[in-house]
């Protein structure tokens, strides 16, 4: 082999190396997908979408549709739907999707429930996420398909319910590459026999904190009925748990607990939204808060 073969032959390898691991990686994304999308892609509020990844084409400019049916205008208090989820493209042979649904305040609002072995629900400690499993892309299944989910609408007084869903028709080619992404929304309003104030005698009540927004410090008030173990914790707005304000027996009355914007660390957390929840006996209430620095 003469030097110029072999000058050429060495600085192809890094290339090759470099070809193959992006390959590797579009193989690895597509297969980890496969069985369930990561949180957060459903188009909501604050969230991105299936285009981070399958990134071929603008979201909804396909030939394809994506609906919801199950549930349409208003939900009645504790009340199930069965809510249908469907998807068609015409150049799709494997399917997955993601949706949420929330309340004004981006907070899960109902409860979501898989009904068979093609849909799961994961959670965050705002969110949770219906999803795809592996068998539920339906691979090689042509022209389109649809998943079903069970929702429980919440209590009465709980407010407008809106999801958002996010859908990936993928031509199956085992990578990230080629596939169309479409996105919806819709808002079910509380109906008006079901939007009664919440019951006053709930054990334990969470207060809006003040001053919200705030900088650097906040007040966050919450009322028992009776002696209860409490756990007051703070999280960010993806799921992480910033730190924890209360933990253990605490008596009936108001209690006041003070953030000052540090994390379990000691250490200042960035300007953002924040999410504050209270668990003490069978309450579990969540509400938001903005730091400005």
């Known amino acids: 082999m003469n030097n110029f073969a072999t000058k050429n032959l060495g600085k192809s390898w890094p290339v ?18 496969s069985s369930g999308p990561p949180n957060g892609r459903t188009n909501a509020p604050d969230e991105g979408n299936c285009t981070a990844c399958h990134s071929s084409f603008p979201l909804n400019s396909g030939m394809g549709s994506l609906s919801v049916s199950g549930l349409t205008g208003s939900y009645e208090a504790n009340q199930t739907y069965d809510l249908v989820v469907s998807l068609a493209d ?79 028709a993928a031509n199956g080619n085992g990578n990230t590459s080629g596939d169309l992404i479409y996105a919806i929304s819709e808002t079910w309003t509380e109906s008006s026999v079901s939007s009664a104030p919440a019951p006053a005698f709930a054990a334990a009540q969470l207060q809006p904190n003040f001053p ?50 540090l994390d379990a660390r000691g250490m200042a957390v960035p300007s953002g939204t924040y999410f504050y929840r209270l668990q003490a006996g069978s309450v579990d209430q969540t509400r938001s808060m903005v730091l400005v620095r």
């Open 16 to 33: 090759a190396t470099c070809l193959i691991l992006v390959l590797s990686l579009n193989v690895s994304l597509a297969m980890a997908y």
């Open 212 to 261: 919200n927004p705030f900088n650097p410090r906040t007040t966050i008030t919450y009322e028992l009925k009776q002696s209860l173990s409490v756990r007051l914790s703070v999280y960010s707005l993806d799921g992480r748990l910033v730190t924890q304000l209360e933990d253990g027996l605490r008596s009936e009355g108001q209690h006041q607990v003070n953030w000052n914007g």
């Open 90 to 168: 015409p150049e799709a042979s494997r399917w997955g999707f993601e949706f949420t649904v929330i309340d004004d305040e981006g907070l899960a609002i109902g409860s979501v429930a898989s009904l068979d072995a093609n849909t799961q629900v994961t959670s965050t400690a705002t969110r949770d996420y219906a999803k795809h499993t592996t068998v539920g892309t339906q691979s090689g299944t042509p022209d389109g398909v649809s998943w079903t989910m069970r929702w429980t609408a919440p209590a009465a007084g709980a407010g407008d319910a809106s999801i958002y869903i996010a859908a990936n």
